[in-house]
C-alpha cells in the first residue's frame, strides 16, 4: 500500500493533518480549492460591501458596514496565511483578481464560478443599493454560519483552526443584518424588500452545490466535508425562513 493510500484511510477514519509536508496530493488540490473559494468569496464579498458604506442611513450603519469589509478582509487574510504554508505568494494575492467585479443584475450563472476567481457565484451579482445589500447580507451571512459550522471540522487541522476563530465573526455579521433588516422592515416598503429576498435566494442557495455531489462524497473521503450539500441546504433554509418570518417577510419558494 502507497503512503498516500495510507494518509487516505488514516483521514476516513477520522485522522488529521497538521503540516504541509504530510499532506498526500490529491487531498492537497481539494484543499486549497476549499481555501481559495473562502478567500476569493471573502475578498470579493468585502469589495462589493464596501461599495455601498456610504449608502448608509446613518453613522453607526455606515461604522457597522465599514466594520464587516474591514473583518471579511481580515478573515480571508487568516486563510491565506494557510495558504502561503503551500507556497501561494500572499503578497501578491489580494492584487491579483479584479474584485470588484460583478455582472449585469439580471444575470442567471447558476452555481458557475467566474473565470478570474474561486469566488462562490452569488459573488458575481451586484448589489442594488442599501437595504438590498442588508438583504442579501443576512441571507449569506445565514449560508455562511451553517457552511462554517461544518468546515470547523475539516481534517487539516490548522485550518479547522482559523475557521472556528472565523466562525463567531461571521455569525455576528449575519446578525447586524438582522438588526439592520428589522429596522428596514419598519421603514421601507414591504414588497421591495421581498423582491430582494427573492433575488438573493436562490443565488445564495446555489452556493450549497448540487443536491446529489460526486465531488462532495470525495471531500467526505478526505475528512472536509462530513454532511451533505442538500442537508446543509435545508439547514440554511428552515433557519432563514424562521428569522424572515419573525421580521413579516416571506422566504423564496
Do not use: C
Not at 455606515?62 to 501561494?88: H, P, S, W
Not at 500572499?90 to 491579483?96: L, R, V
Not at 424588500?193 to 452545490?209: I, K, N, Q
Request: glycine residues 6%; hydrophobic residues 45%; aromatic residues 8%.
Amino acid at each position: 500500500m502507497s503512503e498516500e493510500m495510507s494518509i487516505e484511510s488514516y483521514l476516513e477514519k477520522g485522522g488529521v493533518l497538521t503540516n504541509p509536508t504530510n499532506v498526500p496530493a490529491r487531498y492537497r488540490a481539494e484543499l486549497m480549492k476549499l481555501m481559495a473559494t473562502f478567500v476569493d468569496s471573502e475578498l470579493a464579498g468585502a469589495a462589493g460591501f464596501a461599495d455601498v458604506i456610504n449608502t448608509g442611513p446613518g453613522i453607526k450603519e455606515r461604522i457597522a458596514a465599514a466594520k464587516i469589509v474591514l473583518e471579511k478582509t481580515d478573515n480571508a487574510d487568516r486563510v491565506l496565511k494557510i495558504m502561503g504554508q503551500f507556497g501561494v505568494d500572499e503578497a501578491k494575492y489580494a492584487n491579483h483578481h479584479p474584485w470588484t467585479a460583478r455582472l449585469d443584475r439580471d444575470a442567471d450563472i447558476g452555481a458557475t464560478r467566474s473565470e478570474q476567481d474561486m469566488r462562490l457565484a452569488v459573488f458575481n451579482y451586484p448589489l442594488d443599493g442599501w437595504a438590498d445589500s442588508v438583504v442579501m447580507n443576512l441571507l449569506m451571512g445565514r449560508a455562511v454560519a451553517v457552511q462554517l459550522a461544518e468546515f470547523s471540522m475539516v481534517s487539516y487541522q490548522p485550518l479547522a483552526e482559523a475557521f472556528r476563530a472565523i466562525a463567531p465573526i461571521e455569525a455576528r455579521h449575519a446578525e447586524l443584518a438582522a438588526e439592520g433588516l428589522t429596522k428596514l422592515a419598519v421603514t421601507e416598503d414591504k414588497a421591495a424588500l421581498e423582491a430582494s429576498v427573492a433575488y438573493w435566494w436562490p443565488r445564495v442557495a446555489a452556493s450549497f452545490g448540487a443536491d446529489v455531489s460526486a465531488k462532495a462524497e470525495t471531500l467526505k473521503k478526505y475528512g472536509l466535508r462530513k454532511t451533505s450539500n442538500s442537508e446543509l441546504k435545508s439547514r440554511w433554509e428552515s433557519e432563514t425562513k424562521a428569522i424572515l418570518q419573525d421580521l413579516g417577510l416571506s422566504a423564496a419558494d
